[in-house]
């Protein structure tokens, strides 16, 4: 028993020596300390909380810098209590559901932090819908006001007709337009704060949707899973408050959301750009001395295409973690990228429904750079075969985890598999004999052929080791004989020759005879969502014209 207590103490002194190392734990006034506790208690633990704590800390650094220019964390704050005030003066009820579409930008996290403040539902939109998707999406969650760039005008037309009852605010016009503004919003209300809300809003964000319609998955409105979500996190990646970070990763994505949060908290810069460009992302991490970088996989891709003569304009010698998650990331990139800027590359293995549940570290990617890392602090893995039985190491089965973030069932009604306590996570993987996680692909993809189980992944892996071969995508279609037979996409590096018939016997040569495809497509690109992952459903259609 006495040991109980001895843990504890243990505990509160690594939590303590971790916030203090990464600044979180600074001598301030005690004066400081009260303002800021105060912001965090009257803005009740959302996900922006940190604006306004960090308005009190440092109201005077830069928050945002965009095309717009920048906004100081107090300048911020002051914006966005404008802004919730304007939406609970708007006639009518002040709007319970809010949803954003918008791109990375002041817009985005003024939107987001007034909704916190008003206590409204957040509904985090892919800036990729096209009207019907869009339709069907809001009138599913309830929506009653939309946040949304100009350049979407058109999708949200026809989605939220003029007639629908949904308020429409832009949140960024490169034109003079007509309609509310969220500036008009703001400059209206300027000096005013909002009235404390009666609810507590929730975050509802759509999974990827490659495979059909996204899904929303909702999660508490509260920011993250606790001090000690965040101390697992500061123990694995060096971030430290008060430093420039540059977001690339899409803001709407789970991946993108979370590391703006965490920016918001840790009071960092957050250098952003409205669409990517790879040499101007690099250009915003030197220019600005930003020590983080937080991408989608596809984005290591395009960075490490510049030519030579570009990368070595931009040393990005400031940078201390290059973070990563939304999809698999492609293995030469990742080592060709940390011989370039060091051993930065953090990859995370991440769910819209479970948060964080396996990190690999710089050491773990030198080990194999296709390796999801182990499992996060504070979440348990298990690999599960079919009757539930827990599998050794190997032994690829279904991923299920527990971890302590809030899931709370899609909005649809429906939710995810449980099996004692843990949570199946969609995809299909195994643990090596060190202890790391390989993800080999989601459960929905793997591949029935002539009886015999086919990872889509393996033979990706064998056309990509083929010198002609850039990017594969493999899938199943229907078979009369075989169940189903495999079919493949594949993307050449430039100037680079091959037939499908030469990629099919260099498949041939390396894996059995089940696994080689059918057919093979030659592609431009492959199609992919905003986060990189590929859209597989196209290659179905694809397949079948």
């Known amino acids: 028993m006495a040991s109980g207590p001895l843990d504890s103490l243990r505990r509160v002194g690594s939590m303590l020596e971790t916030f203090t190392r990464v600044g979180l734990l600074a001598p301030l006034r005690p ?142 016009a490169d034109s003079e337009i007509p309609g509310l503004t969220v500036d008009d919003l703001i400059n209206a209300n300027a000096g005013r704060r909002p009235a404390k809300p009666n609810r507590s809003g929730k975050l509802v ?29 500061f123990d694995r990646i060096p971030w430290h408050t008060e430093e420039a970070v540059v977001i690339a990763a899409p803001m709407f994505h789970a991946w993108g959301f979370s590391q703006l949060a965490l920016a918001l908290t840790m009071a960092c810069t957050i250098a952003t750009r409205r669409k990517f460009d790879p040499e101007a992302t690099l250009a915003l991490v030197e220019s600005n001395a930003a020590t983080g970088l937080c991408v989608v996989p596809v984005m290591f891709d395009r960075i490490m295409a510049l ?19 939304g999809s698999r990331m492609r293995p030469e990139v990742v080592t060709a990228f940390m011989d370039t800027f060091g051993d930065v590359v953090f990859n995370n293995y991440n769910a819209t429904e479970a948060g964080m549940i396996a990190l690999a570290t710089p050491e773990d990617l030198r080990y ?9 602090p504070g979440t348990e893995i298990r690999i599960l075969d079919a009757d539930f039985v827990e599998l050794p190491a190997g032994e690829t089965g279904q991923i299920f ?25 969609g995809d299909l993987g195994y643990f090596d004999d060190t202890g790391r996680l390989f993800v080999v692909g989601r459960d929905d993809e793997m591949i029935v052929s002539g009886g015999e189980n086919v990872y889509p992944i393996e033979t990706e892996r064998a056309l990509t080791n083929h010198a002609a071969v850039a990017e594969a995508a493999v899938i199943g279609v229907d078979d009369a004989d075989y169940g189903q037979r495999l079919v493949a996409f594949v993307v050449l590096e430039p100037g680079v020759p ?18 080689v495809p059918r057919s093979i497509t030659i592609l431009d690109a492959l199609p992919r969502n905003n986060t990189g992952k590929v859209l597989r459903r196209e290659l179905q259609a694809m397949a079948a014209g």
């Open 31 to 172: 004066d400081k300390y009260l303002r800021i506790a105060a912001a965090a208690a009257r803005e009740g633990g959302t996900t922006t909380t940190g604006i306004a704590m960090a308005a009190q800390r440092c109201g005077d650094r830069p928050a945002i810098i965009d095309e717009r220019g920048t906004l100081t964390y107090a300048q911020l704050d002051r914006r966005c209590n404008a802004l919730a005030a304007g939406l609970q003066r708007l006639p009518g009820r002040t709007p319970q559901a809010i949803a954003l579409m918008c791109r990375n930008h002041r817009g985005f996290i003024e939107a987001l932090a007034a909704a916190n403040r008003i206590g409204a539902d957040v509904l985090l939109l892919n800036t990729s819908f096209a009207g019907p998707a869009l339709a069907e999406v809001v009138a599913r969650e309830g929506v009653d006001l939309i946040f949304y760039d100009e350049e979407f005008t058109a999708a949200v037309d026809l989605a939220l007709p003029a007639d629908s009852g949904c308020v429409r605010v832009v949140s960024w």
């Open 205 to 233: 964000m759509l999974t990827s949707g490659t495979t059909g319609t996204p899904k929303g998955a909702r999660r508490s409105g509260r920011g993250g899973g606790g001090i000690a979500d965040l101390q697992a996190i």
């Open 307 to 325: 030519p030579e003569s570009v990368l070595d304009q931009y040393p990005c010698r400031s940078l201390r973690f290059a973070t990563s998650s």
């Open 368 to 376: 194999n750079p296709e390796t999801a890392g182990r499992p996060a």
């Open 401 to 425: 985890v527990r971890n302590s973030s809030q899931f709370d069932g899609y909005t649809g009604g429906d939710s995810k598999l449980f099996h004692d306590g843990f949570m199946a996570s």
């Open 498 to 515: 091959a037939t499908p018939e030469e990629l099919r016997q260099h498949v041939r040569d390396n894996l059995a005879s089940y696994k």
